[in-house]
Every structure is written in structure tokens, then in C-alpha cells.
């Protein structure tokens, strides 16, 4: 890719930043006036009313995507990314279901299985070579190859949707996770993921903005399924693409292949942690509560700002980390960190004349 191309790319990416700025408004207004509102309670952090179908705006994000794919030479990665696209909408309107009708657990869960086979089934799997050793018949491979997608697809995109609790966290996190996979990729020389990944962190940057603490919009249980599947299927694309020419098995070929998963190690750990804890407390996996990290952190005392700079900090290091083990090459670090660096300033900045707007 040239410069002329890396321009259009950055005029693109400004261009989605702002139209997810400018859409938020009448969605907002949209969800106050049909009830889809999100109320506080003892568990919730927002003190005010806030409307829950914010996601919304994020899914405007597949349009420009799937125009670029469209309009591409085909081939495997754009068949690919247009899967990617279309299963994410699709998981995007199980997460507004549930903003709207409340859906049980149990139903969510199969729903979102079933979006995760349709996917798999389609294509967006991790190479069968994975699974193949001394130890494992052949028969058993496809089997084990849709066990462990679909667990993937599911879990990751419920570890980022349990991430959705404080103002700005799921958002933030998801534009650190989209920071790294756009670098990643177009380094790598994977153009259709990285366009992906940079047009998904246009318009979780430009909601973020509008959902940084105080937010005057949430994404609900549509835009954090969206962002979640989203970001692991890329992650699972990006696994796929890269060309293994030894499937001997050691720690440091296991780091490189599965790193861009491992970037999920946090939310992942933290869920799974919640979920022991509800057990072995005598309720319910899915009864919501104050035991996620974030909540902990609020509850020892940590103010709300340093709460969320803390998490950023850790989630951050952890995708610099996996970056090493991908890739280990400086320029990639130095780059993922002025981009990011840059973004979170410009958050900051905008965060800062919402503030001095209100007051006056």
C-alpha cells in the first residue's frame, strides 16, 4: 500500500470518527423516547438514566467495511471479512434483543452459539492443523476445531460485554485491543483485516468519546456483543492467515500462533473468576453482581478516573506483550504506543471541553 492509500485510509477513519459522533445524538434521543433506557441501581455505577441502545452507532462502522471488501479484488480474506461483517450484525442484534425484551441467560447463550456455528460453518475457524498430533485422530479434528471456535467466539464476546460496567471501559479497552490487531495486520501485510480493524476503532473511538466517564450514552448488550465477537473474530482471521511451516510444538511457536487470542487472556480470566466465585457462593453463573475487577477496584477505594486509568494501563501491557510475542519488532511497539498515546490524549482533550461546556 501507498501513501495515497494510507491517506484515504486516515481521511476514512476521521470520517467514521464523525459520523459516530454525530449519529449518537438522535439515537440517543431515539432510545429516551421509545423507554430503552438503562436505570441505575445498588450494582450500576451511572447515577442518571441513561439509553441503552448506544451499540447502535457502532454497527454503522460495517457499512464502509463492506464497501471497501466490495469493491477489492476477491479473495479468501475479503470472503472472509465479509463473514465477519455479516456474523457480527447478526450477533449485534442478539445483544439488542436482550436491550429490548430481556432475554433470559440461557436463550442469549444459544443464540449466540448458533451465530458462532453459522460462522464456523462458513469458514471462520482456526486451521486444522492445530489440532493435529500423535494423540488426536483425524476424525476427530473437525469436531474439536468447532468445540473450540465456538467456545472462543462465545466466551470472548461475553468476557468483553462483562467489561461494560463503568463509563468508558469496554469502549476504551476495545479501541486499545483494535489499536493493536490494525497495527498488527497491516505490518503483517493483512490489508483487508487491517482496514477492518481500523474502521471498527474509528467508531469505538468516536463513541467513546461520548462514553467516557460521565457518559451520556451506554452501548448496551447490542454494542458490546458487537465489539466483543467482533474483536475475537478478527483475532481468529488473523490466527488463520498466519503461515505456520513447523507444527512441532513449543512454548515459543505457541506464543507467536496463539497471541492474538492471548490478548483476551484478562477479560477472559476475570469472567471465568466471577463465574467460580457466583458458584462456589451458591448462585446463579449469570446473576449479575459487584464481583468483576472493576467493581473490586471501585469498592476498595480507588476513584472512579484512577479505576478506569489502571485497567487501561494493565490491558494495554498485556497487548504490548502479545505484540513481542507476535512480532517482535520495535517499531511495532513504538507505533502502537504513539497511536494509542494519541487517541487517549484526544480523549482526554475532548473530555475536557465537554466538561468546561457543561459548566458554563
Given amino acids: 500500500m501507498g501513501i495515497g492509500a494510507y491517506s484515504l485510509l486516515f481521511i ?27 436505570y441505575p441501581n445498588s450494582r450500576k455505577q451511572h447515577f442518571k438514566p441513561r439509553s441503552r441502545i448506544g451499540g447502535m452507532a457502532l454497527v454503522f462502522a460495517l457499512f464502509p467495511i463492506t ?41 442469549r447463550l444459544m443464540m449466540q ?10 469458514g471462520l475457524r482456526l486451521p486444522n492443523e492445530v489440532f493435529v498430533n500423535n494423540l488426536i485422530s483425524p476424525e476427530f479434528v473437525s469436531f474439536l476445531n468447532l468445540l ?50 481500523l474502521f471498527l476503532l474509528a467508531t469505538s473511538f468516536g463513541f467513546l468519546l461520548k462514553n467516557s466517564y460521565p457518559s451520556i450514552i ?25 503461515q505456520i511451516y513447523d507444527y512441532s510444538f513449543s512454548v515459543e511457536k505457541f506464543l507467536h500462533y496463539f497471541s492474538p487470542i492471548l ?20 448462585n446463579s453463573p449469570f446473576l449479575p453482581d459487584r464481583r468483576h475487577f472493576h467493581y473490586r477496584l471501585l469498592d476498595s477505594g480507588l476513584s472512579y478516573e484512577n479505576t478506569i ?25 513504538i507505533t502502537n504506543i504513539i497511536v494509542s498515546g494519541s487517541l487517549f490524549f484526544m480523549v482526554r482533550i475532548f473530555n475536557s471541553k465537554e466538561e468546561f461546556s457543561r459548566l458554563k
Fill in 148 to 197: 473450540v471456535t465456538c467456545t472462543l467466539l462465545v466466551a470472548i464476546t461475553n468476557a468483553i460485554n462483562w467489561l461494560d460496567g463503568l463509563d468508558g471501559l469496554a469502549s476504551g479497552i476495545s479501541c486499545i485491543f483494535f489499536v493493536h490487531m490494525s497495527i498488527v495486520c497491516f505490518f503483517s501485510g493483512f490489508y483487508a483485516l487491517g482496514i477492518s480493524s
Fill in 67 to 107: 464497501l471497501v471488501i466490495l469493491l477489492s479484488k476477491s479473495s479468501s480474506a475479503n470472503e472472509l471479512m465479509l463473514l465477519i461483517a455479516w456474523s457480527s450484525f447478526l450477533i449485534y442484534l442478539v445483544g439488542l434483543s436482550e436491550d429490548i425484551f430481556k432475554l433470559s441467560p440461557i436463550l
Fill in 218 to 242: 451506554l452501548m448496551g448488550d447490542g454494542g458490546s456483543y458487537f465489539l466483543g465477537y467482533s474483536l475475537v473474530a478478527i483475532s481468529i482471521a488473523l490466527i488463520k492467515f498466519t
Fill in 12 to 38: 476514512s477513519f476521521l470520517g467514521i470518527v464523525l459520523f459516530t459522533l454525530l449519529i449518537i445524538g438522535p439515537i440517543d434521543k431515539f432510545g429516551n423516547k421509545f423507554g430503552l433506557i438503562d
Fill in 113 to 122: 452459539t448458533s451465530v458462532a456455528i453459522y460462522a464456523w460453518s462458513n
Fill in 309 to 333: 486509568n489502571l485497567i487501561y494501563s494493565l490491558y494495554f501491557l498485556s497487548v504490548i506483550i502479545c505484540g513481542l510475542f507476535y512480532d517482535f519488532r520495535l517499531s511495532l511497539i
Fill in 263 to 282: 490478548i483476551f487472556l484478562l477479560p477472559s480470566l476475570d469472567m471465568f473468576l466471577v463465574i467460580i466465585s457466583r458458584i462456589f457462593g451458591g
